[in-house]
C-alpha cells in the first residue's frame, strides 16, 4: 500500500508549485514585452519585415510591408508565389529570381534594387534584403528579411545622372563651339575673297563658254561652302539670335513642308489649340525643327510617316520654392525607322557623328549638334528616346513666354 504524504510533503509541494506558477507568469510577462518591444519596433522602422515558411509558401508581413506594397488588411495579404513574384517588373524578374535562388542554394546573400508594382498600378523601387535558415541536411526551411521603398532615391539618382549628362554635353559643345567659330571666321573671309576673284575672272571670260561654266560652277561651290561657315557659326554661338514671340504651330508645319518636298515621307501634325507663346529666333528654329524632320525622314528612307506632336505640358522643379510648376511647350518628333543602339544613343549629338557614314549625301553629321545648340540657345532641352526596330522620338522642351502673345510665322 503506497504511502501517504505527509502534511509538511503537501505543504512543500503546494508551496513549489505556488513559485513555478510565479516564474511562468514572470516568464510570459518578459515574453509579452519582448514581444511588444519587437512589434512596436518593427512598426516604428521605416522597413517592412516579412518572414517567409518556405516549407508550407506562408509569409507573415508587418503593416509596414503593406504600405509599401499597397496591400491592405490584417494580416497584409502577402503570399510569395502570387501577390509578390507576380509584381517584379519583367526586365528585373530575371536578376532577382537568380539571386533568390542563389540563396536558397547557400551561394550568396540576398540583397537586391528592383521594381515592384505598387497595388495602385504604379512601378516603386525597392530594395530588398532576406537571410534564409537550413536545416541539418542544407535544405532551406525558412527565410527572414525587409524591404524598403527607395522610389526617391532612385528618382534623385536619375535626375543627377541627367544633370550630369546635360552638363557634360554642354561642356564638350562649348570647347568645339569656341574652335568651330575660329575656323569659320577664317574660312568665311576666304570664301570672300575667292568669290570676289571669281567674279573679277567672270567679266574676262564671257567669250570662252567652258572657262565661265567652270567658273560658275567653282562660285556655286563656294556658296555652298559659305552655307556649312553658316552652320558652324550657329553651332559655335557666333550669330545673335533675333527674337519674336508667338507660337509655334505655324513654323513646324512650314519647315515640314519645306524640308520634305519632293519626298514621299507623310507627316502627321497635333497641335493643342491653345499652344503656348515661346520667344524663339524664327530662322534658328526653323534650322532646328527642318533638321530633326529631315534626321525622322532619313532614318524610314523617305518612307512612312513622320508624327509630329506640339503640346502644352507644367514641369515642377523641386529646387523651386512652392514647387512651382514651369510652362513649357514640348515638341516631339517622333520616326518609325530602324531605330538607335542603345550604347550609342548618348553619341547622337555629337558634331560629326553620324550613323549615315563619315561622307554622304545626307549629311557631315553636324545636324544634331546644331540642333542641340539652337535649342539650348532659346533656354530649352532636347531629348531622344529610342527603341532598335521600333523608331526613334526626339523631344524639345521650350519655356513657355512671360511676354503677350504676338502672331508666330
Not at 134 to 160: H, L, Q, T
Request: hydrophobic share 35%; glycine share 8%.
Amino acid at each position: 500500500m503506497e504511502e501517504r504524504p505527509s502534511y509538511e510533503e503537501l505543504e512543500r509541494r503546494v508551496k513549489q508549485l505556488e513559485e513555478e506558477t510565479v516564474r511562468a507568469k514572470r516568464i510570459e510577462e518578459k515574453l509579452r514585452e519582448s514581444e511588444e518591444r519587437l512589434t512596436l519596433a518593427l512598426e516604428a522602422t521605416s522597413d517592412g519585415i516579412w518572414d517567409w515558411d518556405i516549407i508550407n509558401n506562408r509569409t507573415y508581413a508587418s503593416s509596414r510591408c503593406g504600405e509599401i506594397l499597397g496591400l491592405t488588411g490584417s494580416p497584409v495579404p502577402l503570399k510569395t508565389s502570387d501577390t509578390w513574384s507576380s509584381r517584379i517588373h519583367p526586365d528585373d524578374y530575371e536578376l532577382v529570381s537568380k539571386l533568390l535562388l542563389d540563396h536558397l542554394a547557400g551561394k550568396a546573400p540576398f540583397d537586391v534594387e528592383y521594381r515592384h508594382r505598387h497595388e495602385s498600378g504604379e512601378y516603386r523601387w525597392q530594395s530588398s534584403r532576406g537571410l534564409a535558415l537550413f536545416d541539418e541536411d542544407g535544405n532551406p526551411y525558412r527565410m527572414v528579411g525587409s524591404i524598403r521603398d527607395i522610389s526617391e532615391r532612385k528618382r534623385a539618382e536619375e535626375e543627377k545622372a541627367g544633370l550630369e549628362a546635360r552638363l557634360k554635353q554642354a561642356q564638350k559643345m562649348e570647347a568645339l563651339g569656341a574652335l568651330a567659330g575660329g575656323v569659320a571666321h577664317d574660312f568665311n573671309n576666304l570664301l570672300t575673297a575667292i568669290l570676289g576673284n571669281i567674279d573679277l575672272s567672270l567679266l574676262y571670260v564671257q567669250k570662252e563658254e567652258r572657262a565661265s561654266n567652270n567658273l560658275i560652277k567653282a562660285k556655286n561651290a563656294c556658296k555652298r561652302a559659305k552655307d556649312l561657315t553658316r552652320q558652324f557659326m550657329t553651332f559655335a554661338k557666333g550669330i545673335d539670335t533675333v527674337k519674336k514671340t508667338g507660337p509655334l504651330g505655324k513654323l513646324i508645319r512650314d519647315s515640314a513642308s519645306l524640308v520634305l518636298a519632293g519626298s514621299s515621307t507623310r507627316c502627321d501634325f497635333y497641335e493643342s489649340d491653345d499652344l503656348w507663346p515661346v520667344d524663339y529666333d524664327s530662322d534658328q528654329m526653323k534650322q532646328a525643327i527642318g533638321n530633326l524632320i529631315v534626321n525622322a525622314s532619313d532614318a524610314m528612307q523617305e518612307e512612312g510617316t513622320v508624327e509630329i506632336t506640339a503640346e502644352n505640358i507644367r514641369i515642377n522643379s523641386e529646387g523651386d520654392s512652392n514647387h512651382q510648376a514651369h510652362r513649357q511647350v514640348k515638341i516631339s518628333i517622333r520616326d518609325h525607322g530602324k531605330g538607335i543602339p542603345q550604347d550609342v544613343l548618348d553619341k547622337v549629338f555629337d558634331p560629326y557623328y553620324s550613323s549615315k557614314g563619315v561622307v554622304t549625301q545626307k549629311g557631315m553629321g553636324l545636324g544634331l549638334s546644331i540642333c542641340y545648340s539652337i535649342i539650348d540657345r532659346h533656354d530649352g532641352r532636347i531629348e531622344v528616346k529610342s527603341e532598335v526596330g521600333v523608331g526613334t522620338t526626339f523631344e524639345v522642351y521650350l519655356p513657355a513666354s512671360e511676354n503677350g502673345s504676338e502672331p508666330g510665322q
